[in-house]
């Protein structure tokens, strides 16, 4: 049950897009669809962004989007927006009743 | 509209017990699966226990293993964490979340789409 590896920062202008990959492997992302993205802003509760690999749930602009390829996944800000500054975590499913979340990618608007 | 609201955090002492809790309303109850996820202090998201919504599987971390259970009450819509054997390394911010989409065709997906606002738990002699 080892973390998901994500870079621990990326930045970028507003407007500019910005990408975050999600490493596991054969027994969590690369295995299932059920991987999921948290926005978390300080002081605050993690909020859904992505489920099922790509989709959004009601809600969140469709500057967010998202995709995997093997034991990889990987979260994209189009359009960045300074209310996009937060932390990001992706998460998977890993069988049976088990989840594993990823170190977290800080996102700085530069 | 869904609220989940935790409760029992603390500080206790290493090698302490606390048990917290956390309210659900709003969405039935008794067909998710329940998390605890945790957030120790500056550091990123672990999750750390689910229960089914009929209660009757369970699964851990191995961090939790041995020492934290979890459980339910579907009457009263609550979800609790005793948390045992306490360390320096528990301290967190400890978070319930509902575990679990049905769409509207009823297809399912695991994810964790509501959170409660979390309960802080120190470990500290």
């Known amino acids: 049950q080892s973390a998901l590896t994500q870079p621990r920062s990326v930045s970028g202008s507003p407007g500019q897009s910005v990408s975050i990959s999600c490493t596991g492997t054969s027994g969590d992302v690369g295995d299932y669809d059920y991987v999921s993205w948290y926005q978390q802003h300080p002081g605050k509760a993690p909020k859904l962004i992505i489920y099922d690999v790509r989709k959004r749930p009601s809600g969140v602009p469709d500057r967010f989007s998202a995709s995997k390829s093997d034991n990889t996944a990987s979260l994209t800000i189009s359009r960045l927006q300074a209310e996009d500054e937060a932390e990001y975590f992706c998460c998977s499913y890993a069988g049976g009743y088990t989840f594993v979340f990823g170190t977290g990618t800080k996102v700085t608007v530069l | 509209e869904v609220h989940l609201v935790e409760s029992g955090g603390g500080l206790v002492q290493p090698g302490g017990s606390l048990r917290l809790s956390c309210a659900a309303s709003?969405?039935?109850?008794?067909?998710?699966?329940m998390s605890w996820v945790r957030q120790a202090p500056g550091k990123g998201l672990e999750w750390v226990l689910i229960i089914s919504g009929d209660g009757a599987t369970t699964d851990h971390a191995d961090s939790a293993k041995g020492r934290f259970t979890i459980s339910r009450d579907n009457f009263k819509n609550t979800v609790d964490l005793q948390m045992n054997s306490l360390r320096a390394e528990d301290t967190a911010v400890y978070y319930c979340a509902k575990s679990g989409y049905y769409d509207d065709r009823h297809f399912f997906s695991w994810l964790f789409d509501y959170w409660g606002q979390g309960t802080v738990v120190t470990v500290s002699s």
């Open positions: 709003g969405f039935n109850f008794d067909r998710y699966a």
